[in-house]
């Protein structure tokens, strides 16, 4: 497959006026007849009337009323068309019930529904497919569906039909149509300047009873948007609809927005708090959107992370905003480290703003999305806070209605604060985690602290150039009060000293507060200094970071040298979950331990290789020992954070039952799981059933309750969608494979929903020990499925081929086994772009 170019991009030959598109909709055989107003566009540097379009059946194509007879390829439609403005129209019919790859016009359970970004547009009509060509769509729908969708406002409808037109020029990435039996739970909101919005969440009939919490959860953020950017919504309807069958978890679509139903559906009965926490997040952000992404939408897809880094930022100020900002800081880079790290530091890593792509879908990743908010989180610290609104104000201003770069968006920065960003600008260009190494030195009052940065070379990038990274820093005395308030200390070069005067005696540093960049920190440090920081620091994410240290290390010495668990973290563990000041969410996450994975990378880059069975062991070992240890603390904790009141999804319930859930996986090591039966039997809601049915399949005692599971829940799709991934993840290492593929045959199994199908294999390769178990039929089972899920869905199996990426850490059968696999999946023939583009590169 051949690759596309960022310094390849030339501006569009021919630019859109309008768009009249009619669908008149049959399930097999739907027909899309277009009337496009073209112009050339005077920027242009060719006259190549050329139009994508894939798997299109062409009935007839006119331009100015005259029928043409045009060139067709397997990408699209070329002809000759008049040095002036035009009309071009075209009839075309396509199959949405064979859709099984969910981009273009799909049907799922007997709904109509569309999905174009990134390139979905050309597989519903011809049209330049590309996000800098921006239209005013009217869509008008035939057809026999009670309810039919577009973007915009409703202009008619009548019997069998309804017409929509979206006043804001868009791309047709956002565009969206969804037609079928759906019930809305409606709701209204008036913006601040008055404009009076209907609001609808669409939903199939019978999950009309799970949308209260979403509804209210886009209310936050339109008022949220309002109050911290001044982003007002721009039409009198917004509609959300909630769909089973989708590749990811939400679209923009301009006042249409899609949703996998398990971002947007939710009762207490069903949804746990994680859930409930995501879809507020996932609402928010692709309401968000509105802004930053359509009305400022990306030139090409190179700037993807233009509209994704900013609100995947924007989105975890609104949650910071709503719950506690300290737990979504830490919860944050937790995800960041496991999902970011671990991308920027394999085969697949890339720029945050890639120079090229095969497959632009494959490019939806933790480092466009993730390390690109962590981007807009390091700008707005070296510019301070006035000057990151002063920027967006601007950048809102100079570029409403346009489709940008990086580039105008860096240009926005300058303008306003005078710096130069060119440095800067390396952020977005080079990938790799950049390792900053500090040491230390304490003389005549003066204490310096010297960094070090380097970034390990990525595929296609061998050297690197020092970045600009804005570290925040904080001094603490020997008594534990704070001597240096965070400041942030701007290093620019390879190799930077900064120096702290008038101090009284050597401080004990507390580095990076707030995780104020994403680098990986290397500093020679003894457990009694992160006791201390543990004890003294009042930056939450350090405080959390130093027992994340010590449970690390403690961890690696068990794996390396079958070391006892470390005293040091047992002590430290119990001092942070006993104290009583700490926000419990806090608390329990400062229960959590590293994840197998993280622990692989680790001791992958000291120079050992690590094994998959062996941090299993060691994880298992220390979570028995500490269970024993502080069982008395456990039980305090669980009884003294049980919610009587109602169930809420807020913060502070959520997070007193994730301190009592984390204490009854503590006892149910211990008691064999007859706590955790009596929660299990008595839970109203989805976070105490869901938790004690994992302590019991934990304990091995879960076999009755995986019974009842089934039983309560076997109608509820996503419920069962979390009885598919649970079973899967507490399966012994052993057993892990056999549980993905018995599971896989059950009758529940849908190879073509993404959801089910990511609740089986996802669980699968989340279980390192089980997925990369010495006998290779973690990977065989996985390659099998990706073999079957490629005809069917590209984008999907393409993602799910990043459970490989990492096979270069392991041992030389473990990697023989894998390679075998990559090239078994390699050499499937018609394997699709997608799957072959990720296989090759994580191939290498
Ligand atoms: N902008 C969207 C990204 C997306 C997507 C969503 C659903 C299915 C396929 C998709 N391809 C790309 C989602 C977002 O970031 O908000
Ligand atoms: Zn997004």
């Not at 009323?65 to 040095?83: C, H, K, N, S, Y």
Request: charged content about 25%; proline content about 5%.
């Amino acid at each position: 497959p051949q690759a596309v170019y960022l310094s390849d991009y030339t501006p569009p030959a021919y630019l859109v006026d309008e768009v009249h598109l009619t669908f008149r909709l049959a399930a097999e055989t739907t027909r899309v007849i277009s009337k496009i107003r073209f112009r050339p566009n005077p920027e242009a540097q060719n006259r190549d009337f050329f139009l994508h379009g894939e798997g299109l059946s062409l009935v007839s194509a006119m331009i100015d009323g005259a029928a043409i007879t045009p060139e067709i390829t397997p990408e699209g439609l070329r002809a000759v068309v008049p040095d002036a403005p035009f009309t071009f129209q075209a009839e075309v019919e396509i199959n949405p019930a064979a859709n099984t790859a969910l981009e273009g016009l799909y049907m799922s359970n007997g709904m109509y529904c569309t999905q174009c970004e990134a390139e979905g547009f050309r597989k519903i009509t011809y049209y330049p497919d590309r996000p800098d060509v921006m239209s005013v769509f009217t869509v008008r729908i035939e057809g026999d569906a009670p309810v039919m969708l577009s973007n915009g406002d409703v202009v008619a409808q009548g019997d069998g039909f309804a017409e929509w037109h979206d006043p804001w020029p868009k791309p047709a990435y956002l565009f969206a149509l969804v037609a079928g039996d759906l019930i809305n739970h409606p709701d209204r909101f008036t913006t601040r300047s008055g404009r009076d919005v209907e609001l609808n969440i669409w939903v199939r009939p019978g999950d009309e009873g799970k949308c209260a919490f979403g509804m209210e959860a886009l209310k936050k953020s339109m008022t949220w948007d309002e109050e911290v950017y001044g982003r007002e919504y721009d039409l009198d309807i917004f509609n959300i609809v909630a769909v089973d069958d989708f590749n990811m978890g939400a679209m923009e679509n301009k006042g249409l927005n899609i949703f996998n139903s398990s971002c947007v559906l939710s009762t207490a009965e069903t949804s746990t708090d994680a859930n409930f926490e995501r879809i507020e997040a996932i609402i928010a952000h692709e309401y968000f959107h509105n802004w930053t992404g359509n009305r400022i939408t990306c030139r090409d897809w190179f700037q993807l992370c233009l509209k994704e880094g900013l609100t995947v930022y924007r989105d975890s100020e609104f949650t910071s905003d709503m719950r506690s900002a300290p737990v979504k800081r830490i919860s944050d880079v937790i995800d960041l480290r496991a999902r970011q790290f671990r991308e920027d530091n394999g085969p697949l890593a890339h720029p945050v703003r890639p120079a090229s792509f095969v497959e632009i879908n494959n490019f939806y990743t933790a480092t466009v999305y993730e390390k690109g908010a962590e981007l807009i989180g390091m700008l707005k610290r070296l510019v301070g806070d006035a000057a990151y609104r002063k920027a967006l104000d601007l950048y809102f201003e100079r570029h409403d209605g346009q489709a940008c770069t990086i580039e105008d968006w860096l240009t926005v920065f300058e303008n306003v604060t005078g710096r130069d960003l060119a440095q800067f600008k390396r952020w977005y260009e080079e990938a790799g985690t950049p390792r900053l190494k500090v040491s230390d030195e304490f003389k005549d009052g003066t204490y310096t602290l010297h960094f070090e940065q380097e970034t390990p070379p990525t595929p296609g990038q061998e050297v690197k150039q020092p970045r600009v990274i804005p570290i925040a820093v904080g001094l603490l005395g020997a008594n534990g009060d704070e001597v240096q308030a965070t400041r942030v200390l701007e290093m620019t070069q390879a190799a930077q000293s900064f120096s702290f005067d008038g101090l009284a005696a050597r401080p004990i540093p507390s580095i990076l507060r707030d995780f104020s960049a994403p680098v990986i920190l290397e500093r020679d440090t003894d457990n009694a200094e992160r006791a201390f920081l543990l004890a003294h620091d009042t930056d939450p994410f350090n405080k959390w970071e130093a027992g994340r240290a010590l449970a690390r290390d403690g961890l690696i010495a068990m794996i390396r040298e079958d070391a006892a668990p470390d005293p040091a973290y047992l002590d430290a563990v119990q001092m942070m979950a006993r104290d009583e000041a700490l926000d419990p969410a806090f608390r329990a996450l400062a229960l959590g331990l590293p994840s197998e994975d993280e622990l692989a990378q680790s001791l992958f880059e000291m120079g050992v290789t690590p094994d998959p069975q062996a941090i299993w062991q060691a994880l298992e070992r220390l979570r028995n020992t500490r269970a024993k240890q502080i069982e008395d603390l456990a039980r305090e904790l669980y009884t003294a954070h049980q919610v009587t009141a109602p169930y809420r999804p807020d913060a502070e319930q959520s997070g007193a039952r994730a301190l009592a859930n984390a204490a009854l996986a503590m006892i149910s090591r211990v008691d064999g799981g007859a706590l955790a039966a009596q929660q299990f039997d008595s839970a109203d809601n989805m976070t105490q059933q869901l938790a004690a049915w994992s302590c019991l399949l934990q304990a091995g005692a879960g076999d009755a309750a995986t019974k009842a599971f089934y039983d309560q829940w076997q109608q509820d799709r996503l419920v069962i969608d979390k009885w598919f991934s649970l079973q899967i993840v507490h399966a012994s290492p052993e057993h892990t494979a056999e549980a993905a593929s018995r599971l896989a045959n059950h009758a529940d199994f849908n190879i073509r929903n993404p959801n089910r199908f990511r609740a089986t294999f996802g669980a699968m390769v989340t279980s390192p020990a089980g997925f990369h178990h010495a006998s290779g039929k973690g990977y065989r089972v996985l390659a099998d499925w990706l073999i079957r899920l490629d005809p069917l869905n590209p984008q999907t199996t393409a993602r799910m081929c990043s459970a490989f990426e990492t096979w270069r850490r392991y041992d030389d059968t473990r990697q023989t086994l894998i390679k075998a696999e990559l090239d078994r999946i390699l050499a499937t023939p018609g394997l699709s772009r997608d799957t072959t583009e990720m296989v090759t590169r994580i191939r290498g």
